[in-house]
């Protein structure tokens, strides 16, 4: 007769079975139980400290934060958010690479619905071509999506943190849901250390010996400004409120601010655009 390693209950009572390391039901279901519980606790710190966060950055400069927009239905609805619910003056920032013309559309809908100031920087297209042709001929185990993925992402998030500190502007909020990106990058907020003491240039490029100074500099790197810069902070307001994607769809079309639900997720066009244009430098 076998036993659970954890509680001993014998499988041979009713309704008990084991798992092939030797766990009963209950044990496991108690487990997720206090795994579901813990997390809500975390949520709810999260989102005390997110609502101090929008408190603290009021009227500390032109703009109490910046918002990376990419036109997807995370980035639309969280502009809502922080101007209609947080009464907050956002500006939006946009890096055009290869934006596809349904983000476009959304990002136009989203700026004259909500009536919030935008930037859009076109970084030079050689470099990014240039770029991407590397990674794919030089892909990680994982693919070329995560391959580009990983070195692009840090390029845009380091891109919102450099204008915002060109403004002044104390927080950084971006749209990703949770689990985006993956926890081992993010879970609400990049460190303090990561974003104050951090050379965010990834090491393989570096040591290629493919790319120049110049090039290599496109990556956020502290230690570029002075002593005692005061470097804003980078979260993501979805990991600390309640989040339904599907509710996040509905309200995005409802409000106007997507024309329906098709054009909700435009970043997915975007991805294969990326590859697309780096494949076809590579041949």
Known sequence: MARCKNC??????????????????????????????????????????????????????EYDCLVPF??????????????????LKVLAFTVDINIP?????????????????????????????????????????????YTVSYVYAPLFEGEAIKFALEKDIPVVLAGYSPGQPEPERMLYEFSRKLICE?????????????????????????AQYPEGTQFPRYLAPYHAWDYDQDEVMRKVVDLGLVASSKHASPINNLNYS?????????H
């Open 198 to 222: 951090t050379d965010w240039t990834p090491p393989e490029l570096r040591l290629s010996g493919k790319f120049s100074k110049e090039e290599l500099d496109r990556f956020f790197n502290p």
């Open 274 to 282: 990326l590859l697309f244009t780096a494949n076809h430098n590579v």
């Open 8 to 61: 001993l209950i014998p499988d041979a009572v009713p309704e008990i079975t084991l798992s092939a390391d030797g766990i009963c039901n209950l044990c496991r279901q108690g487990t997720e139980s206090r795994d579901v519980e813990s997390e809500d606790v975390a949520r709810k710190e999260r989102e005390a400290d997110l609502k101090q966060a929008l408190k603290d950055c009021r009227g500390q400069a």
């Open 70 to 87: 990419s036109g997807g239905k995370d980035s639309c609805y969280l502009l809502y958010r922080l101007k209609q619910d947080y009464g």
């Open 101 to 145: 013309p349904l983000a476009w559309d959304n990002i136009r809908r989203t700026l004259t619905k909500l009536n919030i100031d935008h930037i859009s920087y076109s970084p030079p297209p050689a470099f990014y071509e240039k770029l991407f042709s590397y990674l794919l001929q030089n892909q990680e185990e994982r693919g070329a999506v």
